[in-house]
Each structure stands twice: as C-alpha cells, then as structure tokens.
DNA sequence: CTGCACGCCGATGCGCACGTCCACGGTGGT
DNA sequence: ACCACCGTGGACGTGCGCATCGGCGTGCAG
C-alpha cells in the first residue's frame, strides 16, 4: 500500500506518477493555451500527451479541474512575482520598473500561460472568475499599499490608480508581443515604466502648474 | 427592395420586419451579455424576445453572425467616441481627459455591450479577434499618432504608450465599474487622466528636472 | 360565408465532445 | 516457462445545443 518506490524510468510506457502528471500538465497547457478552454478537447490533450483518455481522467477528475490547475499555478506565479518585485527595493521609481518588467518577463518567457490569465474564454464560470480576478486584485492591491503610504490618498483612489498601472503592464505587454516584440524588452519596459512613473511620481498634488 | 414603411406597432404577435429585428438585437445583446457567448443559448435568446428560434434564424443565419453583428455595433461605437475625443480639442490634457471619460461612459452608460468588446469569451475565433483588436489598435493608433506629433517619439514606441494608456482606460474603467463606482464617474475619470496626463505630459525629455 | 395564403410555433435531427467500459499486452513473481 | 495483475487503448453512451420541418391560427379576398 505504500506507493511504489520506483525510481528508474520505464521510458514510454510507463511513467511514475508525478512525471506522468507532469507530462499532462505540459499538454494540457499547450492544447489550452492554442485553441481555448472550449475548443480544447480532452481528446486531443490526451493525444498530445500520447496515452490515452482514462488515464488523463485518472490524473484529473474533470476538464475544468485540469483547467483550474493550470490556471491556478499561473496566477500564482504572476502574483508572487508582483510581490516579489514590490519588495525587492524601496526606490519606488525602481519598484515601477521591476513591477513592469514583471508582466513583460511574464508574457515573453512563458508565452504559453498567459493568455489563460488574461484571455480566459471561460469568465462565465465563477471558479474561473474568481481566479483571474484575483491575479488584477491582488497585486492591485500590494501597489495600492505602497502608493497609499507614500501619497496619502484615500484607499478608494489608490486601489483605482493601482490597477490602472497593473491594467497598463498586462495591456502594454501583450501588445508588445502581439507587436512581434519590435522593440526589446527592456526598451518597452523602460517606455512603460517611465509612463507610469511619471504619472504616479507627484500625485499627492492633484493639480500640478500648468 | 425598398423597406416597408409600417408604422404601426402590431403588438404581441407580429411585428414588423426591421422592429422584429431590433427587438432580436436587444434580446441578444442582454443574454450574451449575462452569460457570455458560449454559454448563451439560441433558445434562451429567442424566448428572452417573446418569438420562437425558426423567426432568429430567419432574421440571422447563425449564431456567430448574430454575435458579430452586436460586436461590430459596439466595436465602432467606442472607436468614433474616441476619435470624436481626439477630435475635441487640441488642448493635448483635456484630450486625455476627453479619451479616458469616453472610456469610462461606455462603461457606466452601456453596462450590456462593453463585456462584449473587453471581456468576449470567443477569441479563438478570428472574426472576433480581429474585430475586437481593432477596437485597441484603432484607438492607439489614433491616440500614437498624437503623441508621435507632440513627442517626436518613434512610431513603434508611441504606439506601445499609446497602446498603455488606452489598456489603461480600459481596466481602469471596468475596475471602477466593478467597485460598485466607489469615487463619481468625475473623479474617477480625472485620477486616472491624470495619472495619463502627468506620464506623458513631458516625455520628449527622458528625464525631467525632478 | 368560405376558401386561401401567410407567418409563427412545438417537436425533431444531427453532430460533437465529455466522461466511462471491454479486450489486450507487457511485467514480475514463482 | 507459466500465471496473475495492472495499466493501456479503442470503442461506446449520454447530454446538450445549433439548426430545421409539419401543424395551426389569423386576416383577407371573392
């Protein structure tokens, strides 16, 4: 009853469960992130994986579980990075740019993962929902803190500013890879973190001469 | 060929030709909006507008161009009320200010149609794609084309800053929509062009005297 | 008054994709 | 070398939703 301690790897065949997880999370992801949650058949993740239907259904017990799976390491991931950036400096003109680079480093390096965040064709659901929302919320609401400390707006404004800044990282950042990445990354980082620093740089004074 | 010039408002059963049909635009529109597309069915539209299915599908050939027809209306309507902001003034601050307000009227005016535009659960489908690229690439380009007068800037980095500012708009105004609009339209419209205004206000200089 | 034509409705076909069963082949133990 | 076992794979049932066909009530002309 103790798992199999099984350490070599019966290649092809038979794989020890952790790697044949893994292996359908890697197919899942691919098949998902190409055609979409609805035009995604379990068929052919299955087949991208190369086994067969029963055992992606022993794995997982449902086409929306794999998908929240994925989904959920996604979010994750894009959130402690938000963080991770955040608190990586106190120069806040340096937090700017690292946040920034964040979605960017985000989009181009995982290509794949992305476009479940932020082009999801499965709203409707609220698991889904809820998941993806999170990811705007709660890295909204990290940059919020900061900017409600050094500002002094009311949280109501700062929660607003705070996610029209992430709101332009994960707009800016498809767009640049849409763009076929004509500029480098850090060309367009620097772009776009020098918008929104200027922009959030003197807010405490909400009219500025001229 | 010429269209019937009925007047009167035969109501209940039968309807003229063109009310028929906007009574189907209204009906779909609602349902499509509430439960995205997929999960929007043929039957719940046609019941939402009082008629049976075979009269939907003698006003549209199909469930995609129904859907399409909705988008294209929408779509179109955001990228005049933009180019008529642009247009507005040449006062480039109010410009910012008239481009974000356009932004967030569509969304607090007509809570239906914007999920259509922003939040559309059919992207794998290319006529949708495209239509709704449009909308931001259109709307960039027009507001790039500003910016590059104003700023001397290359085209591909105006259009990305332009392509920020309008995600921007755009996440900020769902956002705030989402918060149960917390600030008035006002405030929220002039925090977030400001924050615009400030970011792009002096950006032919790379650095600006602190 | 009666026959006709028109357009709407309920009921149906069809295809697709999720989620499960029966027969096979390889593997390890004796 | 034989056998028992377990995981694999192809084939299947089922439910759903898009898209379409025969009956019917209504209004009009003769």
Redesign the pocket.
């Known amino acids: 009853m103790s798992d199999t301690p099984i350490q070599d790897r ?1 290649r092809g ?3 020890p469960r952790s790697a ?1 997880r893994a292996q359908l999370f890697d197919a899942a992801l691919e098949v998902f992130v190409a055609n979409g949650y609805h ?6 993740i ?1 087949e991208r994986a ?9 794995h997982f ?4 579980e794999l998908y929240l799976a994925l989904l959920d390491t996604s979010c994750d991931q894009v959130i402690e990075s938000v963080r991770a950036a955040l608190a990586s400096t106190e120069d806040n003109k340096e937090r700017v740019r690292a946040t920034m680079d964040v979605f960017f480093s985000y989009v181009n390096d995982s290509q794949a993962a992305f476009r479940l965040v932020f082009e999801s064709d499965v709203m409707n659901e609220p698991a889904v929902r809820s998941r993806v929302d999170r990811v705007t919320s709660e890295t909204a609401s990290a940059v919020a803190e900061v900017i409600a400390e050094d500002t002094g707006l009311a949280p109501v404004a700062s929660e607003l500013l705070a996610t029209s800044l992430v709101g332009m990282g994960q707009v800016a950042a498809r767009s640049w890879l849409d763009n076929g990445s004509a500029l480098t990354k850090d060309e367009a980082v620097a772009l776009v973190s020098g918008l929104s620093w200027r922009g959030i740089r003197g807010f405490p004074r909400t009219d500025d001469p001229s």
Chains 1, 2 share one sequence.
């Open positions: 019966p065949g038979r794989l044949r035009a995604a058949a379990m068929d052919d299955a190369g086994v067969s239907k029963p055992v992606l259904y022993q017990p449902g086409k929306l």
